[in-house]
């Protein structure tokens, strides 16, 4: 299993100076292969006979040419050319397979980063040793156990991270303690209701700072460009920007873990978010959940206790069915939030209601899986858990 723990740097300015260097170069090289890529595709056109472009071909051009055309890539680590190069050839491969857009030019200053191979740094206690530069500090240690696979040292408004990726048999977790199935419904006035009766009202990181947020626009907006006033302006910006997500994903990861921890199924709807995003009214609050992520940490937290992760079918209707005798209430708009059932006259809370739905699809779905006898308006998610960040370990409470 593949997991990434994202630690932050310290270094010094001199450090701060080789690390922007090096992203500099990984950024001059991708943007090179991909003009070459480009023209070598369009020689192929005309000519057949032309090998088409490749990524490991256009590594051997760069290392052919680079002592004599570009001397200044020879003062950073030799993996910040190649892996650069690297990554667009999969960006290519992602392209042709239709999972992504034709790659683009990476620009200066967003995203700034370079990547190592395992055989090009190492790690003792808290600090991390970069070829050509030496020892840099990092505020934490790294919190897994196993083969270090390769590091990714990004830049994110003018802090400097190490993302560390290593191959572990298991996280050293608990198993679920199974108090039963839960339904999670997601929403914007509470960011997730279960089906027991909690609920978690969710940070709403932008809408907290919001006013700080246009102020700093505001400020930024009046500076001169190129100006250091607008530098730093810029900075102060990028630095709430950063705060933001930082707030956002910390309470993600805090509910996240919580369900994961107590509930062995977890039932939860598969939302189309970018359809939901196309309401200019709700657009921002939608935005500022961040319900993706949720979910992307509910499918790996969930497989490393052993739990199971049932995703509704986009259509289920959890909020219209009465989740007492299964009548559905066709007229519920959405500013309702208690309705009355025609069917038993059962009062119900429109979220509470629905996560129970969601709660009796998850663990039907769990039962036609097993060879029982099931509605199927679920399936149980069992994908690979991807790269993530190490969690906080704070525990969620109850609204």
Known sequence: MLVAHRIRLAPNNVQAAYLARAAGVARF?????????????????????????????????????KREQFPWMLEVTKNAPQMAIMQLGEAFKNFFERRARYPAFRKKGRRDRFSLTNDQFR????????????WVRMREALRFAGRIVAATISRTAGHWYASITVDTEHPSLSPA???GPVGV???????????????????K???????????????LSRKVKGSRNRARARLKLARLH?????????????LSTSIARRFHTIGIEDLNVKGMMANSRLARAIADMGFRELRRQLEYKSAWRGGHLVVADRWFASSRLCSCCGSKHEALDLGTRQWTCPGCKTQHDRDINAA????????????????????????????????????????????
Request: aromatic letters at 4%; glycine letters at 10%; charged letters at 25%.
């Open 185 to 203: 419904d997601l929403g914007i006035a509470a960011l997730a209701t279960l089906s027991t009766g909690e609920k978690w009202a969710g940070p």
């Open 177 to 179: 303690e199974n108090q």
């Open 205 to 219: 990181a932008l809408r907290f700072l919001l006013g700080r947020l246009r102020r700093l626009s505001r400020a």
């Open 29 to 65: 090289a991708y943007n090179w292969a991909l003009v070459e890529w480009k023209r070598q595709y369009e020689a192929g056109k005309l000519d057949q006979a032309l090998p088409k472009p490749s990524e490991a071909a256009l590594r051997r051009q760069l290392n052919a040419i």
């Open 242 to 254: 950063e705060r933001i997500a930082n707030m956002r994903r910390d309470s993600l990861h805090q």
């Open 356 to 399: 129970i739905n969601l709660k009796n699809m998850a663990v039907s779905s769990t039962v036609a899986a097993c060879g029982g006898e099931g509605a199927g308006l679920g399936r149980e998610h069992k994908a690979k858990p991807a790269p993530v960040k190490q969690e906080s370990n704070g525990k969620a409470c109850s609204a």
């Open 123 to 134: 790690l003792e206690g808290k600090k991390l040793r970069i070829p050509k530069l030496g």
